[in-house]
């Protein structure tokens, strides 16, 4: 009778921390289209019950805030457009994060766990003096938080008592909200005046036709024993006949052999594809949220999940995991 009282207690409080929760989701996107973590964020969003909002921060946004309106979950669109805004800048996107929090009163700010929001998301809780959560993946109630520890091998569970909780999402443990059956209202915000502390100067960006890494259904990967840049190269040519992204481990990176946007794992990007094809060394870190595994000779991947663990050979007997 006692656990049957305490469990209608908890789930009192869950229900009622719902009914007064609001949450913003601040949106990355370049402009043009929106960055599809933010879909994911927004994914998160609802399960915290109560409003989401979207803020939308650009030069010419309106594209990308009349994308977010036919989101399903989203309630209201606040759209705020300034040249200081050009290249994001954690440094004058706060000031506008701050008074809209102030503004609308919300419980939660939230964004994607990549570049953006890792670069953000800190800055936010600093000037609110709370405590962030970072790379959230997964939300047990408004106020209980899970993530992972120790590159991925202890999962925690965060309890955050913080007036307002300010956090990042792990955008591959979380579905993609649907981008169509939504009609939130948009709205028009002033941008607070600009800081003035650091300028945008330029980005270079590294282009691709191979799909997204962190957002790839396939991954081919490989490391320092590859023993050169050339040799990734037959990487490159199985990843364009798998229709697959290409990843790299620390060391290759450090080695010179590709570029650093291509690093995956506890120091580089996050990815959760359906297969992972590691070449060379230890791929355990890379794959925690990965359903198979094709691994080759002498590769030290450890079973940690629950995985398939998959010979080599399977890349010649069956492709049933491409989709």
């Not at 973590?37 to 650009?58: D, H, P, Q």
């Not at 980005?203 to 890494?213: F, H």
């Not at 791929?283 to 995985?307: A, F, R, W």
């Not at 398939?308 to 890349?315: A, S």
């Amino acid at each position: 009778m006692l656990s049957v009282k305490l469990i209608s207690l908890l789930s009192l409080k869950t229900s009622l921390l719902q009914r007064f929760q609001s949450t913003l989701v601040i949106a990355e996107h370049n402009n043009e289209t929106l960055t599809p973590v933010t879909l994911n964020a927004i994914t998160a969003a609802k399960r915290l019950g109560g409003e989401v909002s979207c803020l939308v921060a650009g030069t010419s946004c309106d594209k990308v805030a009349q994308e977010l309106s036919k989101v399903q979950g989203v309630a209201k669109v606040l759209v705020a457009q300034h040249d200081v805004y050009k290249g994001f800048l954690a440094e004058e996107l706060t000031p506008l994060v701050l008074a809209t929090q102030k503004q609308f009163n919300y419980t939660h700010i939230c964004a994607g766990a990549s570049a953006f929001g890792k670069n953000l998301i800190p800055r936010v809780a600093a000037k609110l003096d709370v405590a962030p959560i970072s790379d959230i993946i997964e939300i047990k109630s408004p106020d209980t938080f899970v993530r992972t520890i120790y590159a991925g091998n202890v999962i925690c569970t965060v309890q955050c008592d913080e007036a307002v909780k300010v956090f990042s999402v792990r955008g591959t443990s979380f579905e993609a909200a649907p981008t169509s059956g939504g009609s939130a209202s948009v709205e028009k915000v002033t941008p607070p005046p600009p800081v003035g502390l650091s300028e945008w100067i330029e980005q270079k960006l590294t282009k691709s036709d191979r799909p997204e890494l962190t957002s790839a259904k396939v991954v081919v990967s490989g490391g320092r024993g590859l023993k050169s840049g050339e040799n990734f190269k037959l990487l490159y040519d199985l990843a364009d006949q798998l229709h697959a992204a290409v990843g790299a481990s620390r060391a290759a990176v450090d080695a010179g052999f590709v570029p650093n946007d291509l690093q995956v794992g506890q120091t580089g990007k996050i990815v959760a594809p359906q297969c992972v094809i590691w070449s060379t060394a230890n791929c355990t870190p890379l794959v925690s949220n990965c359903s198979y595994i094709c691994s080759g000779p002498g590769n030290t991947c450890k079973d940690s999940t629950q995985n398939f663990i998959l010979p080599w050979e399977y890349l010649e007997q069956s492709n049933t995991w491409l989709g």
